[in-house]
């Protein structure tokens, strides 16, 4: 069964900035996928376990996070501490009998890189094959 | 502090699995600073609530609360705030703030979030370790403020078993052997001859081991 995703990102301003330049319309160019929606965030250290679960809760089949890279956090260890609730979130899916891949993080340099499209269409992808959320 | 952590899930979700509405209570207290009970903790927790029973095809309604203690009847009276929008409470207490609900709440269903697991304190940010076992009778005095009741496996009185290994407990390299230390530690102090008396044959009865034990103060008491 073929459908569209509804996914969440949250983004560090750094590592979204020129993304989210122009109202977006370059990501679009790019092929950033539609179905993602872009929360930004001061630093993903920001990121709390419950706006994680909230997003699914709220009807995402998905949520990934996009921070700096591990050793270059403009916060020093905000991603650091992004993917720790990340992998805490994925502990969670998993104590619920749910694909802990709903949940993912990445570290990404800042800026308007491919890496940033290409983790995008790449957890598109993913849960497109897994299928829509449990919830 | 009292140290506890959250229940695996499916252990709640299937306490709660006939119930319709949840109210799931943190405690601003120990269970708080260990992060395990706290507001923070009870948000979480409702959440996953919501989730699980929507994927096990329940309905059912979740709101989160908060009392400053659960181990205090002047704060319990705080839940009839909520009175009328739960049929059961999930507590995100230690098992002391449970206990207080059922005393205090004869008709209402408590169901409990967590595993109290000991007495301690947060030796980094996210590790804690037991240090008391709240056996009723210190002995800190006689061995340098390290406690051989909550930290020797064995609880021993008289010095380390013959298990201590190079520091080292024979339940786990990795934990250390309290004799030892309060060895190492009174040897600092310059108090080592006073390992040298036998502690006395130890009354347990105070440890629990003669039933729940109870405090009274009379300074204290109002009738």
Redesign the interface.
Known sequence: MSFTPDIRLFSCHYTSQQSCAHGGRELQELGFPENIQITRLPCTGKLEVAAMLKAFEDGADAVYVVGCPVDGCHNVQGSQRAAKRVAAVREMLQELDVEPERVRMYHLSRGLHPEFIEAGIEMNRCIEKIGPSPF | MIVAERK???EILDMVRDCKKILVLACRGCVSVCSAGGE?EA??LA??V???M??NGKSCEVIEGSLVRQCDREYIDGIDQWQGQYDAILSTACGVGVNFIANLRPDDNVFPALNTTFFGGSVEQGIWSEQCAGCGDCVLHLTGGLCPVARCAKSLMNGPCGGSVDGRCEIDPNVDCIWQMIYDRMGRLDRQQEMAKSAPIRDWSSAGHGGPRKQVREDLTVS
């Open positions: 695996p899930l499916a923070r948000e979480i959440s996953l919501r989730l699980g929507k994927k």
